[in-house]
């Protein structure tokens, strides 16, 4: 049985959170919810000792009715200024570059994810073909005879590429390999590609003005997400909870 400061979150409660909180064991997914439930009870025990308005049906997801109140009321949450902005565009310039742009041609010899037998065969022909293409002959008309994609009626050409336009663990290859005719497939879940990039662009660096909003915005969440651990850390540590063992290091909630 688990009590937060004389008062009872039953079994059945911490059952029932358990649909939110999805894990690799039962125990872990019962952990979790105890921990939801534990935290929400303390909120809403402070809500109340405030005279704060809050929820009365005892649910963890309740507790954003009186959040936001109980942070502006005992939490001061700084936000990111112009100099903190710049100065962490100056130190991330990769996360705030426009997308590269690759013109490239492939041909798709399809497979099926769970056929391991059509998968073992495309990656075969991609080799054999790779081979060819090596030796000279024309992507294009290969494209026309095996590729699977609709491109193959424009030489296997898929025009320019940026980012978000393919599926990832296509693009994932594509951005980082350099012009010419790729040594191997690359494996996605339609099947094997072979491909040649005719021209890669580099993405460019966006100016300050552009990106600012939005580092604001990420720089005052994280400080939001902090100071919201901080604040529930001190709750716990002040509380009486009986039939929990809060180890704050390892609780996602804490981080």
Not at 87 to 98: A, D, M
Not at 144 to 169: D, F, M, W
């Amino acid at each position: 049985m688990i009590q937060v400061n004389h008062t009872q979150i039953p079994e059945k409660d911490i059952l029932a959170e358990m649909q939110y909180h999805p894990a690799q064991s039962q125990r872990d997914a019962m952990l979790k919810s105890a921990e939801s439930l534990i935290i929400a009870e303390l909120l809403r025990q402070r809500a109340k000792t405030l005279g704060l308005n809050i929820a009365n049906d005892g649910a963890a997801t309740s507790q954003d009715d009186f959040l936001e109140q109980l942070l502006a009321q005992e939490v001061d949450i700084p936000t990111a200024s112009t100099d903190e902005c710049e100065q962490y565009y100056r130190l991330n310039p990769g996360r705030f570059e426009s997308s590269p742009l690759v013109e490239v041609s492939h041909i798709l010899l399809a497979a099926a994810p769970e056929d391991d037998k059509a998968r073992v065969e495309a990656k075969t022909l991609s080799e054999a073909l790779i081979s060819q293409l090596q030796q000279g002959a024309s992507l294009a008309e290969l494209a026309k005879h095996y590729s699977a994609c609709p491109s193959k009626e424009t030489g296997g050409s898929l025009g320019q590429i940026n980012r978000g336009q393919t599926v990832p663990e296509f693009e994932r290859q594509l951005f980082s390999a350099e012009p010419g005719l790729l040594p191997n497939a690359i494996e996605s879940r339609y099947g094997f590609h072979v491909v040649f990039i005719a021209r890669k662009v580099p993405g460019q660096l966006l100016p300050f003005k552009a990106v600012q909003q939005k580092i604001a915005e990420y720089l005052n969440e994280k400080v939001r997400r902090k100071a919201v651990a901080q604040y529930i850390h001190t709750l716990i540590v002040e509380a009486e909870i009986a039939g929990y063992d809060f180890k704050l290091s390892a609780s996602p909630l804490m981080q």
